[in-house]
């Protein structure tokens, strides 16, 4: 018996892949897997690892704005239809699945064309651009947040969480402290600001390291060539561009993480019952989905919400007294949530397509 193919597609940031990648890890021998990204986004290196079948389309990034570029990458569009339609055609998948991104858009044209279902997942309180271009094109969709089904037609949208990657629950630990060199004498903080870190949180957690590390021991993923080398010995700090195979343990060693509000990160952060002190993207960096992520986590009792406007050495000591004041309170919280069930629920109903 053949396998049924699926394709998946989405990318320009790490949280359009990675909730990609806790599925196809999920996903049965049944299946025989692609990948449709941009020819060089953050996804082809991501997806390349695995050893998962790449294909690169030509793509335009999608602006809320009017700007002169929107009108040559309206032909990088066009051509990424039809280039897409070529790989899908001789593909000739069961399904294609998207994470959003700009690159999923040409995809999800050159799929409707072909009559191929389309899923789609949205991770934020608000949808992105490219799903909203393309929720008129969608067999289902799915999201992380209930309130954002009012954004989708109601009849193929189901709101499910966020596809949480298996290993990121399976860390220890013992491990983590011993890979950082810590002891169980002060709890553990994990500071992330995201695939490309943040500067902001960078210079202030570095401001206030004698404040912090008097009480605990911190964890700071600071991004790609944001370390610090003149702190490379400071005592009860480690600080790193980026971590891969340890993050699990290290996670699991923490007691509090300081994050953006990137939806899948706090999604793994609540089913690892972390409580979060979440520093959102303003809304000159971004489009607000962040600050609304964290709006939504705050009110459910997950996690407390700093304006980066607002962050400096004695805010950030003070939201942090806070949170660990407060840990068992937003513990309680957490493990009463529904959380870890996205993938099985979405495995689910790929699995249903024939």
Known sequence: MSKKKIVFTGGGSAGHVTPNLAIINELSKDWEIFYIGS??????????????????????????????????????????????????????????FSKGGFVSVPVILAAKSLRIPIFIHESDMTPGLANKISQRFATRIFTSFEETKAFFPELITTAIGSPIRKEILSGS????????????????????????????????????????????????????????????NYPGYRQFEYVHDELSDILAATEMVITRGGSNAIFEFLALNIPMLIIPLGLDQSRGDQILNARAFQDKGYSLTLEEEKLTSKTLMEYVDNVHSNSNKFKKNMKDSKKGEAIQLLISEINKVN
Request: proline share 3%; aromatic share 8%.
């Open 39 to 96: 020819k060089k986004g953050i996804e082809k290196e991501l997806i390349q690892k695995i050893n998962i079948p790449y294909y690169g389309i030509s793509s335009g990034k999608l602006r809320r704005y009017i700007d002169f570029e929107n009108f040559i990458d309206m032909f990088r569009v066009i051509k990424g239809c039809f280039e897409a339609r070529r790989i899908l055609r001789k593909i000739k998948p069961t399904l294609l």
């Open 173 to 232: 630990a013992e491990k983590g402290r011993a890979f950082l060199g810590f002891d169980k004498k002060r709890p553990i903080i994990t500071i992330m600001g995201g695939s490309l870190g943040a500067r902001k949180i960078n210079e202030v957690v570095r401001e206030s390291l004698k404040e912090l590390t008097e009480h605990f021991q911190v964890v700071h993923l600071c991004g790609k060539n944001n370390r610090d080398d003149s702190l490379a």
